[in-house]
T-cell receptor, first 113, second 116 residues
Framework: LAKTTQPISMDSYEGQEVNITCSHN???????ITWYQQFPSQGPRFIIQ???TKVTNEVASLFIPADRKSSTLSLPRVSLSDTAVYYC??????????????FGSGTRLQVQP | DSGVTQTPKHLITATGQRVTLRCSPR?????VYWYQQSLDQGLQFLIQ???????AKGNILERFSAQQFPDLHSELNLSSLELGDSALYFC???????????????FGEGSRLTVL
């Protein structure tokens, strides 16, 4: 069963750029990589999705190397409100051939003033 | 507001009991996913339905079952409850099979189950 691996936690200060890397060695050819943000007692919220190279939206950038075995979420100039848990998500082919969606353990980002 | 509605928001029950959690997906979304999140833990995938058909199973216990109805709402049934079943249960929906280009998941606010 494919898994994603992320750092358990990261600390940063307001105004800094934060990069969170996710390893997904067994990503399937057709799978996209999606990142979610979760605040305590809330459901995860979509941040960004990509397939390869680089994707940018108004809140983040996503860098995916050619082999797609990892991805890096980049948050520019973080603020206190970015303190949350960040998950990367890729499709996960189970033994039956059916696909499941497995979240990694997430990275707990703490932003300090 | 994600457009995904989960009820009840909170539920307290005793060991050995059975509960049903309900999820209404966003209008037009065909896929429904159930996740379990225990205190300070990550999201554990339980099961996925697509247009009424079970598509994938994760770490779902035999005491748990789910279904998606013709109107696309879904129910998660938890029986013979144990203390360890206390958790937040999230439902998510997407337009199609997630992982592809239209696979963004929209999560509800969750149902917090406490088993005493």
């Amino acid at each position: 069963l494919a898994k994603t691996t992320q750092p358990i936690s990261m600390d940063s200060y307001e105004g800094q750029e934060v990069n969170i890397t996710c390893s997904h060695n067994n990503i399937a050819t057709n799978d996209y990589i999606t990142w979610y943000q979760q605040f305590p007692s809330q459901g995860p919220r979509f941040i960004i999705q990509g397939y390869k190279t680089k994707v940018t939206n108004e809140v983040a950038s996503l860098f995916i190397p050619a082999d797609r075995k990892s991805s890096t979420l980049s948050l520019p100039r973080v603020s206190l409100s970015d303190t949350a848990v960040y998950y990367c998500l890729v499709g996960d082919r189970m033994d039956t051939g059916r696909r499941a969606l497995t979240f990694g353990s997430g990275t707990r980002l703490q932003v300090q003033p | 507001d994600s457009g995904v509605t989960q009820t009840p928001k909170h539920l307290i029950t005793a060991t050995g009991q059975r509960v049903t959690l309900r999820c209404s997906p966003r209008s037009g979304d065909l896929s429904v996913y159930w996740y379990q999140q225990s205190l300070d833990q990550g999201l554990q995938f339980l099961i996925q339905y697509y247009n009424g058909e079970e598509r994938a199973k994760g770490n779902i216990l035999e005491r748990f079952s789910a279904q998606q109805f013709p109107d696309l709402h879904s129910e998660l049934n938890l029986s013979s409850l144990e203390l360890g079943d206390s958790a937040l249960y999230f439902c998510a929906s997407s337009v199609g099979l997630a992982g592809g280009p239209i696979g963004e998941l929209f999560f509800g606010e969750g149902s917090r189950l406490t088993v005493l």
